[in-house]
C-alpha cells in the first residue's frame, strides 16, 4: 500500500518535472521533438474577384488584407483558423510570400 | 504575412505540427528547416537565424477592406471556423496590435485603441501615429514625419484625423491627406502584427504596452 503511494508520489513528481522542464525549454531555444507531425502545405489556394464573393463572406467578417505590386487580396480569417489552415502559400506579380494566422 | 524568398530560394511553408511558446510553428519542404510564426525567424535547422521579411498587412472588415480596395481578390476556401471574428468585437483585450521600433518590441491592445484610437507617440525617438477606426475595426501605424516636419494628430468629424500643424483633414486608415495645404500626401505605414495578446507577451516579455493616450 506504501509502495504504491509512493510509487505515484513518484510519478506525479516525474510527470510535474517534466511539465516544469518543457514550460522553462520553451523559454529559451526551441528544441524540436523527435517525430515530425507536418501537414500539407497549401499552394496554389482558390480566389475570386470581390464581385463574385456571394455568401462565402459576409460583409462584418474580419479578414487579412495585403496590397502587393499593387494588387489587394483578402483572407478570411473564418478560412484561416484550425491546423490543416494557418498557412496560405500566395505569390502575386513576382512576390512570393505566406499568408498566415 | 512574410515574404518567402530566403537565399535565392523560394520556401514553401507548412504546418509543422509543433508549438513554441503556444504559437504556430512552420516548416519549409525545401530544407526542413523550423520557424517561429511570431518571430518570423527560423528557429531551428539549416536556416537557423534567418529572418523573413514582414510584409504590411492590415485586419479589418471585410466591408471596409472590399470598400478600400474594390479590386481586391479573396480566397475562396470552405470555412475552418464559424465566427472567429465575434471574439474580437466582445474581448478586444485579448487582441493586441504588436510593432518593433529599434529592436524594441510594444503593443497595444484593441480595447485600447477602442478606447484611444489617435495616438501620436514617441518611442525611441521615434514619431509615430496609431490610429483604430471603428468603424472598419483597422489599427494602423504611420511615421509623423512628413518630408521635414513632424505633425501631430486630432480626432475630426466623420472619423477624419486633423493634423495641428496645417489643419489638414487625413485619412485614418489610409494615411492619406484629403483636405487641406498637404492634400493628396500620404504618410509611411510602418509594419505590424494582430495577434493574440497573451501570445505576444509571451514572445515578448519586455514588450511596453502602449495604455492610453500620450502627449506627442
Known sequence: MKKALCAQVLCLAVLFGCLVGSAFAQRGEFVPPAKSGARKPIVDAPFVKASEVTDQVTDNELVLGVVIEGQARAYPINMLTGPSREIINDQMGRTNFAATW | ?216
Open chain 2, 1 to 216: 504575412m512574410y515574404g518567402r524568398d530566403v537565399q535565392g530560394k523560394t520556401l514553401t511553408f507548412a504546418v509543422s505540427g509543433q508549438l513554441w511558446n503556444a504559437s504556430l510553428v512552420m516548416i519549409d519542404l525545401e530544407t526542413r528547416s523550423l520557424w517561429s510564426h511570431i518571430l518570423g525567424e527560423c528557429v531551428h535547422g539549416p536556416l537557423k537565424g534567418e529572418k523573413l521579411p514582414q510584409l504590411i498587412a492590415d485586419t479589418m472588415t471585410w466591408k471596409a477592406w472590399r470598400n478600400e480596395h474594390p479590386d481586391t481578390t479573396v480566397l475562396n476556401l470552405s470555412r475552418s471556423s464559424k465566427d472567429y471574428g465575434a471574439e474580437f468585437y466582445t474581448k478586444p483585450e485579448r487582441f493586441a496590435y504588436g510593432f518593433v521600433v529599434d529592436g524594441k518590441h510594444f503593443h497595444a491592445t484593441f480595447a485600447t485603441l477602442r478606447e484611444s484610437p489617435v495616438q501620436n507617440l514617441t518611442l525611441n525617438g521615434q514619431r509615430l501615429l496609431l490610429t483604430f477606426d471603428p468603424e472598419s475595426t483597422a489599427a494602423r501605424l504611420f511615421s509623423r514625419r512628413l518630408d521635414d516636419r513632424v505633425l501631430a494628430f486630432v480626432a475630426a468629424d466623420n472619423g477624419l484625423i486633423r493634423d495641428e500643424q496645417t489643419g489638414s483633414m487625413w485619412n485614418r486608415t489610409r494615411g492619406i491627406a484629403v483636405a487641406g495645404p498637404l492634400k493628396g500626401k500620404q504618410l509611411d505605414h510602418e509594419p505590424a502584427i494582430i495577434t493574440l495578446t497573451r501570445k505576444w507577451t509571451l514572445f515578448h516579455e519586455d514588450s511596453t504596452e502602449i495604455l492610453e493616450k500620450q502627449q506627442p
